[in-house]
């Protein structure tokens, strides 16, 4: 099948081309509409066979039913019965707009519209495209997103070509959808209406205008034993072809977790992309860095995030890391998105950070041992793998005596340790380091390929501290007690922060 390209806008071939494709609606045909949301694959919503039509063309399981779609508000009682009053209120405030909602269906709407069930969902888009095209249709116009089932929704109609390109009659051209994610599902055929499936008009709108309003359990969470009430939501949805993995966490230990997989994907012969917001997208380094807009402008990562998803896919990456986004107000049908998207694999930076601490000195027989030995005993909330390196370790050196002196009268034992040059391997997407010294620090920066100035840093300074811990070489032993001392109470601050970033 050829699929006519379409281009609608105001000019007289525009509107010509708008007569075509209602035309092609009316003889039973699919056609791909704007809508202010996403673009939609319409038909007839009376029609059976066209709406089994859009089942094949979209590879969508029968089961998942169709919004229908009204221009008029009389058209509501061709769909529906047994409405209840409070859809006059959501009408006069939401529609035309992004609110689909659920009532008992009419006789008149074959079950293939509907999936089998006996309710519909209704909905009057506010696009002036998508409400011409039903009205010269002069028919309901049953609808899904525009894409092969489980891809990203379709907010321009290139995602619609890349999808569905000679599988349905037409696409209509008219640009970007402004909202660029589904409308918000609201089911009032229970007692207590109930979100489905959350979209830019929030939980808070609806409550104003009709009092309580719950949302369905299953939206940010995965659990087997509840099943959606929306048949759409329980299918894996909206996925890009690399695997998607959400970061969450406090914003430098999210840029430091995924700064490291981007390393070490690197190694291993992978790329991988990430997903930012403008405030933190400097914080990244990586081949293929998307900004999804300001993280303070919901609407706006709304409607950049199915394009993202999808340019993603013109790009090589096998991994994409995304930041995770607040999930109050529009944030929710955001994070719901993007959670599906990834198929709710989501890690949390703060947890995962640090696993591995290597304190690293110039020779590692000194300073950086003491302060390993000090920390292994030290209490800790978490399990860390505490080790202690040199820069430079020709052969194995012994513990300084002095050093191993000032620990026995501390009570600390250090049998048998022998200095070890640190490498490469020792240094992981968990691990951080710590030096005593600036000098050290740029060293194992210039000398690793692994450390960064993500992951290695001068201890003191990264308790806050002005003054590095002195170095006690060559001095008395009392010198290298005070030493003992500075450390100690430096690694105590060390703790405290270490503890709180769990
Ligand atoms: O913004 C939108 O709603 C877009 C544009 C094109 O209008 N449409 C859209 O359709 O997102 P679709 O098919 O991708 O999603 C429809 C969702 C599915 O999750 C489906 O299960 C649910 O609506 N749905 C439809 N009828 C339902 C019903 N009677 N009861 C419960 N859920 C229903
Ligand atoms: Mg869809």
């Not at 063309?57 to 409405?83: C, F, M, T, W």
């Not at 394009?307 to 896919?313: A, P, T, V, Y």
């Not at 000195?361 to 003491?370: A, C, E």
């Amino acid at each position: 099948m050829e699929t006519l390209l379409l281009k609608v806008d105001e000019s007289d071939e525009g509107q010509a081309a708008l007569d075509i494709a209602a035309q092609i609606i009316k003889d039973g045909g699919l056609v791909a509409f704007p809508t202010e949301t996403v673009y939609g694959l319409g038909c007839d919503a009376m029609n059976s066979r066209s709406a089994r039509k859009i089942y094949r063309a979209k590879g969508r399981p029968s089961d998942n039913p169709l919004i229908v779609h009204i221009a008029e508000l009389y058209q509501l009682n061709e769909a529906a019965e047994e409405i209840p009053e409070c859809v006059n209120a959501l009408a006069e405030n939401f529609w035309p707009g992004p609110l689909t909602i659920i009532l008992k269906k009419s006789k008149s709407i074959p079950r293939h519209t509907t999936g089998g069930l006996s309710t519909v969902a209704v909905r009057m888009p506010a696009d002036d495209v998508a409400r011409e095209l039903i009205i010269r249709s002069e028919c309901l116009i049953a609808a899904p997103s525009a894409n092969v089932s489980g891809r990203p929704s379709p907010t321009e109609a290139m995602h619609v070509y890349n999808d569905l390109e000679g599988r349905i009659d037409a696409i209509i051209d008219a640009g970007t959808s402004a909202v660029g994610l589904e409308s918000t599902i609201l089911d009032l055929t229970s007692d207590v209406p109930v979100i489905l499936r959350p979209g830019v008009i929030t939980r808070e709108m609806l409550e104003q205008v009709i009092g309580r309003v719950d949302i369905d359990t299953s939206i940010l969470k995965v659990d087997d034993k509840v099943k959606p009430k929306a048949p759409g939501m329980k299918y894996r949805h909206y996925a890009p072809n690399a695997n998607l993995i959400i970061v969450e966490g406090d914003p430098s230990k999210v840029a430091t977790y995924i700064n490291s997989q981007v390393r070490e994907g690197k190694e291993s012969g992978s790329t991988v992309g990430i997903i930012a917001s403008d405030e933190n997208i400097k914080r990244y380094k990586a081949d293929v860095i998307k900004s999804i807009g300001s993280a303070e402008d919901e609407r706006e990562i709304a409607h950049n995030l199915y394009g993202i998803l999808r340019e993603f896919d013109e790009t090589d990456v096998d991994k994409i890391y995304a930041e995770s986004f607040n999930n109050e107000g529009i944030g929710l049908a955001i994070m719901n998105r993007l959670l599906k998207a990834a198929g709710h694999q989501v890690v949390n930076a703060d947890k995962e950070a640090i696993t591995r601490i290597i304190f690293a000195g110039k020779n590692g027989s000194s300073r950086s041992p003491m302060a390993a030995a000090i920390l292994d005993n030290m209490e800790l909330d978490k399990n860390y793998e505490i080790l202690s390196r040199g820069i430079l370790v020709q052969f194995p050196e012994p513990l300084n005596p002095k050093i191993e002196a000032v620990l026995s009268s501390n009570g600390i034992e250090m049998e048998d340790y022998h200095a070890v040059e640190l490498k490469d391997e020792d240094i992981n997407s968990t691990t951080i380091i710590f030096t005593m010294e600036e000098s050290h620090r740029n060293r194992i920066i210039d000398k690793l390929s692994r450390a960064n100035e993500d992951n290695t840093f001068v201890l003191s300074s990264y308790v806050g501290n002005e003054l590095e811990i002195p170095d006690p070489y060559g001095g008395s032993l009392q010198l290298y007690g005070l030493c003992y001392e500075s450390i100690k109470k430096t690694l105590e601050d060390l703790v405290n922060i270490l503890d709180q970033k769990r």
